[in-house]
């Protein structure tokens, strides 16, 4: 009998713990992240320099919620995705990977990896304890209908980021899924990507954005 009223206390206690505990709040998130590629026009020559920059303090907008996310020495390591658009009924996905037309060059300010491998140069930004930095050049080297596209390539992390705390005051982690990149505020020559690749963009928003704000197209002559 004191065994079976010892078991119900303890069944009692894990009750009461279990009403009190409360998990972690974790949040998928979609972030906002501005970059520069320019000179922002539409037609480069062959060696001509491209700069690619980004300067973003520590807090960014998620799109999904509309709320700010504190990073705090936050690893966003990423990668520029080269294509040569070159069938104008394929998506950018199926156009031939060109990283191999392009020099890279690091300037001291984040770092870009050198030479890029044949599809992509990975790259990271470099956190000063106040903002998030890089700058680097690319030079083109071949003619064509080029495409950049910076992707998001980090594994998610929860401990780095937070976005304030709940309605239990507890802290909420912010855990990226993705990094929406918007490229000189959207000026992104698409009309000339619509012209050499086929858009996919009406099927998902992360699609569209991708395609339309996060993909910088021009000409090489």
């Given amino acids: ?39 922002m026009k539409d037609t480069f020559n062959v060696n001509d ?46 156009q031939p990977s060109n990283g191999s037309d392009y020099t890279t060059i690091n300037t001291g300010v984040g770092t870009i990896q050198s030479p890029p491998s044949a599809s992509f140069a990975n790259w990271n930004l470099q956190y000063s304890g106040i903002r998030y930095r ?7 080297k071949q003619i064509g209908i080029m495409a950049i596209t910076p992707i998001y390539s980090s594994p998610q992390q929860t401990q780095s980021a937070t976005m304030g705390t709940n309605g239990n005051g507890e802290t909420i982690y912010a855990s990226f899924d993705k990094i929406k990149y918007f490229i000189n505020n959207g000026q992104t020559n698409f009309h000339i990507y619509k012209q050499h690749c086929k858009p996919s963009s009406a099927y998902t928003d992360e699609q569209n954005w991708l395609e339309n704000t996060g993909t910088f197209t021009f000409v090489v002559r």
């Fill in 1 to 39: 009998m004191k065994q079976i009223i010892i078991a119900i206390i303890g069944l009692i206690l894990v009750g009461a713990s279990c009403e009190k505990y409360h998990p972690e709040d974790i949040r998928i998130v979609w972030p906002i992240m501005p970059v520069s590629i320019t000179p």
């Fill in 49 to 94: 320099t491209l700069a690619f920059e980004i300067d973003i303090p520590e807090t960014l907008r998620d799109s999904l919620s509309g709320q700010l996310i504190t990073c705090k020495n936050f690893n966003f390591s990423s990668f520029l995705d080269f294509h040569k658009l070159v069938y104008p009924d394929k998506n950018l996905g199926q």
């Fill in 134 to 140: 890089i700058k680097a050049k690319l030079i083109v």
